[in-house]
């Protein structure tokens, strides 16, 4: 069984920086594509940024230049360092893997959630 926990959400002022992890535990071979996801309320899920298992990254334009996503496949932990926080980056955020679990199973997963709140 694998599982994910997300952390390093919290509060902060607006132009400041957070980096939000999101660790898979279990039997995994390896992380291929990853995203991450933020809600807020009265909005759908939206698409925030993704990194393919090849290695190419996609921004929404709102976060470009701003957000960073990686992933450090030693550890099975992927991370969105994100830098000049606005008010409007303010939601849940989620991850969600694609992981290869053995050489004929790839499976989808999400995190937990984790809030990320920007004060004006």
């Known amino acids: 069984q694998v599982q994910l926990v997300e952390s390093g959400g919290g509060l902060v002022q607006a132009g400041g920086s957070l980096r939000l992890s999101c660790a898979a535990y279990g039997s995994i071979l390896s992380i291929n594509a990853v995203d991450w996801y933020r809600q807020t309320p009265g909005k759908q899920r939206e698409l925030v940024a993704a990194l393919t298992d090849g290695g190419f990254t996609n921004y929404t334009p709102s976060v470009k230049g701003r957000f960073t996503i990686s992933r450090d496949n030693a550890n099975n932990t992927v991370y969105l360092q994100m830098n000049s926080l606005k008010p409007e980056d303010t939601g849940v955020y989620y991850c969600?893997?694609?992981?290869?679990?053995?050489?004929?199973?790839?499976?989808?997963?999400w995190g937990q959630g984790i809030q990320v709140t920007v004060s004006s």
């Open positions: 969600n893997l694609f992981l290869r679990e053995s050489d004929r199973l790839l499976r989808n997963y």
